[in-house]
């Protein structure tokens, strides 16, 4: 038995991995209110009364637009809670699973970003998840791991395609913008990702980079989730392709952030789901558990 304690359980990802933890593990999942990762005697409880193998931290300040009005919030959390949980691990011998994203990147190459790029994020986000990052690195090497995903959705939680289905219900048409390209990720695959690394009987440390196998602009991830759900609705939604600068945001984001994931998919010896795929098993499951309204 490993006993891993999985920071920001109530979260998209943590949720995906509660309920896809294996049998091997023993799972200790920790949110707010009982357990904030910026409070150094919430943490030292934690590690004291649970002496954790592996810490897989999902817990994040993941409020992209909101971070540029208040960065200490973000920095709190995405950094200086960071650092406190990699000290922690540190004196404990635990090792650290840090999740991180593709936003530590400020888009301008135009092929899939690796691993050992240099990161040069343009929001707040993305720049205190890169502080995260270096505090991990710094404090922990060999016990830190750090794992960059992208555009994450799920059944459970707040997400994109959650938006697109309440939008689609309520209007004709949608405008959504083609000019950012990535690739979504359904978090039940990251979390299974994950699981393959915590179980490794040395789980390897560095960075990786694990979203779907594709690209696809947020206009066309949109479309997908349109065409898939049509069948609920009594008439398709048009969705409008636009520009992003009809569709301004407090945060800049990065315009190209597809991650080159080959290194994390050797390891995971799964084969990566196309993201549409993905998607569609996403959907199928909000159908099955009824959050999807009936055919209409
Ligand atoms: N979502 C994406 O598209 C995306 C993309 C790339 C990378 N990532 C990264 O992937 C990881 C998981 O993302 P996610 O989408 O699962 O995030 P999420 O759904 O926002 O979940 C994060 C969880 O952490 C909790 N949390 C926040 N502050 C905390 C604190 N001080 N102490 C303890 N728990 C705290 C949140 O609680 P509250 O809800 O109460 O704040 C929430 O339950 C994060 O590291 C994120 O940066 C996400």
């Known amino acids: 038995m490993k006993t891993v304690v999985v920071t920001g359980i109530l979260g998209q990802l943590g949720w995906e991995m509660e309920r896809s933890a294996p049998p091997w593990a023993r799972l200790v999942g920790a949110d707010l209110p009982e357990t904030d990762i910026t409070r150094s005697d919430h943490v030292a409880r934690l590690f004291s009364e649970n002496r954790p193998d592996v810490?897989?931290?999902?817990?994040?300040?993941?409020?992209?637009?909101?971070?540029?009005?208040?960065?200490?919030?973000?920095?709190?959390?995405?950094?200086?809670?960071?650092?406190?949980?990699?000290?922690?691990?540190?004196?404990?011998?635990?090792?650290?699973?840090?999740?991180?994203?593709?936003?530590?990147?400020?888009?301008?190459?135009?092929?899939?970003?690796?691993?050992?790029?240099?990161?040069?994020?343009?929001?707040?986000?993305?720049a205190s998840k890169r502080a995260g990052e270096e505090a991990v690195l710094q404090i922990l090497k060999d016990q830190g791991t750090i794992v960059r995903t992208a555009w994450l959705y799920s059944s459970h939680g707040t997400n994109f395609v959650k938006t697109m289905l309440r939008l689609y219900q309520e209007r004709d048409e949608v405008r959504v913008v083609s000019d950012q390209v990535g690739t979504p990720t359904w978090a039940a695959n990251l979390a299974d990702f994950l699981w393959g690394l915590v179980g490794r009987e040395a789980v390897p440390a560095g960075i990786f980079h694990f979203t779907d196998a594709g690209v696809a602009s947020w206009y066309d991830f949109a479309v997908a989730v349109e065409e898939e759900t049509r069948h609920h609705r009594p008439r398709p939604v048009f969705v409008r392709p636009i520009r992003t600068d009809e569709y301004p945001t407090p945060a800049r984001r990065p315009s190209y952030s597809v991650l080159d994931k080959h290194t994390a998919w050797a390891l995971w010896g799964r084969r990566p789901d196309h993201w549409r795929d993905a998607l569609r098993r996403m959907l199928l499951e909000l159908e099955e558990t009824e959050r999807l309204s009936p055919k209409a």
């Open 55 to 126: 810490v897989v931290n999902a817990a994040a300040y993941t409020a992209v637009d909101r971070a540029e009005q208040e960065p200490e919030a973000a920095y709190r959390i995405n950094r200086d809670a960071v650092e406190l949980l990699a000290r922690t691990c540190a004196r404990f011998g635990t090792h650290l699973v840090h999740l991180s994203t593709d936003f530590v990147f400020d888009g301008a190459l135009s092929r899939p970003y690796r691993p050992d790029d240099a990161p040069n994020p343009i929001g707040v986000y993305g």
